[in-house]
C-alpha cells in the first residue's frame, strides 16, 4: 500500500449510543485511510461520527476530573445533552437491565509499537456519565483503571499487585483517570514498573485524539471583506469559520521555503487553488488587502473574470473549508466531515474522491466522512478501477434501519474493478422505478392526447 497507515484509527465500537445498541460493539467498525457514510437521514451515520468527537472534546475539556463532555459550550464539537438523552433505548430492554455508555478505538501499531485499542464504559452517576471503567490494551498486555462501589478505582497491569487493605484490594479515587483517556499521575506512580508502559499507550492515544479534525454540515457564509490580526488560527472551526485566516496566513507568511512548497509562502493558497481548479469551480483564488486596513477580500479568478466570493456560486464558499482542512491540518489527522459534498454540482461532488485519496496517500491524513452523494461515491469505485484505490484503503457502509425500526450497517464489499456485489435496496433512491414510472405517466398522457 502507498499510504502510511500507522497509529491511523483502525477501529470503533460503540455500545448504547444513541440509535446503536450493542450490534457494534463486538467486533465494531473497521475504518480505513478513507471511510464512507452513506444511507437515509436519522439513520444513526452521525452517531457513528461522534464517537471521536466526543473524546477530543473531552480531552480538551478544562475539567481534567470530567468524565465525558457530552457538550453544551459553544466551544464544543457536539452538543448531545443529557445522559439519559444520550443512551440507546431498545423497546424490548427490561427496565432494570444496565444503562452503560461503551466507547472503543483502536489505533493501528506503529512501528514496533503493536496497536493499542481503548476501551471506557460509563454509567450515570446522578444527571452526569460516570467512568466505570477504562482499558488500554497492547498486544497482551492490558492496563486499566476499574471503578468500585465506593468510588474508588482499582488498577490492574502487567505483573502489578495490588495493595490491600482490611482484607481487600486498595481502590482510591485519586486513581480515576483523567478525562477518560490518561492515568493520573497517582496511579502511574502506584503501578510502578508498568506505569511508564501505561503512560506510553496513553500518549499515543492522547496524540491521536488531539490530532482529530471535525468539518460539520453548516460552513461559515461568504463575506465582502475578511478582517484578519496576523495570527493564523490554531484550527478551522468546526463550521470552517476560520478557513479564510488560515489562507491569509500563509499568503503572508515568509520562509526561505520556495512558493507551493508546503510551509512556503503561498503553498496552502496554490494548493487550494489547484483543487478549485480540479473540481471544476474556479481557476484561481486571489487574496487582496484593502488599502492600508487589516480587511481583505477573496478574488474567485475564472477565466478573465475576477469577482469577490460573495458575487459567485454558494458552493465555492462551502467546498473552501474542507479543500483548506485537507492541507492544513498536519500529517496523520484524522478528519471527521459531515456532508462535504453540500452545495456542490455533481462533477466537483466526485472530485472531492480524489482530493481525499490523494491526500491520504500524500499527507497520511485519514478520512471518516459522512456524504449523501452518489457522484462521489462512485468516483472511488472508478478510481479502484484504475488501480489509483485499492479496496484495503477504503471502506464503505450502508446505514438504514430494517422493518422493526432497528438501525443496521451494512459493509459493501468492493472488489479489485470497483464493482459491489450486493447492493442495499434503493441504495441511492430507486433510480430504474423513476424512469418506468416517467414512462407510463408519458405514455398515458399520449394515449389521451390520441383518444
Known sequence: MDYDARGMISRLRIKNLKAWGEQLWSPGVELAPVTLLLGPNSAGKTSLLQVPLLLKQTF???????????GGQPTDLVDLGGFESVLHSAPDAPSKAPRELGIGVTLRGEGPHPDVEYESVYAIAGRAPALQSMSLRAGDEVFAARRQAKGGYLLEAPGYVAKRVGGRPDAKRAFQPERSISFSPEAIIELGGAGRAAQDHSLRFR??????????????RPERSYLWSGVEPGNLGKRGEYA??????????RTNQRDGQEGGRRWLVQRVSVWLKTLGVADELVLERQGNSRHYELIIVRGRQ???LMDVGFGISQVLPMLVLAHF???????????PEIH???????GLAELMVEIARRRGVQFLVETHSEHLFRRLQTLIAAERLTPEECRLYFVDRDGDGATQLTPLLVDEYGSVDTWPEDFFGDAIGEVERQTDHRLARERRARG
Open 306 to 308: 475576477r469577482a469577490n
Open 344 to 350: 456542490l454540482h455533481p462533477r466537483a461532488q466526485a
Open 329 to 339: 491540518v498536519p500529517k496523520g489527522t484524522t478528519i471527521v466531515a459531515e456532508e
Open 244 to 253: 479564510v485566516h488560515a489562507l491569509l496566513a500563509s499568503d503572508a507568511a
Open 207 to 220: 496524540q491521536a485524539v488531539s490530532q482529530i479534525a471535525y468539518l460539520g454540515p453548516l460552513r461559515e
Open 60 to 70: 480538551e475539556s478544562p475539567d481534567r476530573t470530567l468524565d465525558l463532555n457530552l
